[in-house]
């Protein structure tokens, strides 16, 4: 797998979706990363932090499509109130426990995500989901 990940912070998804087609790096705070599964890590990234089942987060929409369609092209799609929530109020201890769990059930599906990658991924994304959270934005996720 070789997937190109952006988290952003953007106002709203209006804005959001115009990161579509270029991406959000010209124009929105982001970071990057690659190789897993972004719309299958943030639920299981709500589960570990906020409790509740992959399937009911799942048959519940998350997450949310913003803009463009999951079929090899380009996708918009928002974190959840309650993800946002959860990720800016994690401590640090609560961070690297998630990025434990969650490297444990990635390698439990046949893949590898070492947990130091995995914590700064999750501790990035708190200080970001932070940043945006203080300046009234919603944090997205573009790929592909």
Known sequence: MSTIIEFFAAPDDASAALALQTGPRRTFESLSFGNFDPEEAVVEWECLFAGGSFEELVEAGEPRLVAGQDDDGCVVFAFSPCLSAALA??????????????SSQRAAD???IDTEIAEVILSDLAALVGSARRQGQAVYCWFG
């Open 89 to 102: 109020e994690a401590e640090q201890s609560a961070l690297k426990d998630a990025a434990v769990a969650w």
């Open 110 to 112: 046949g893949e590898v």
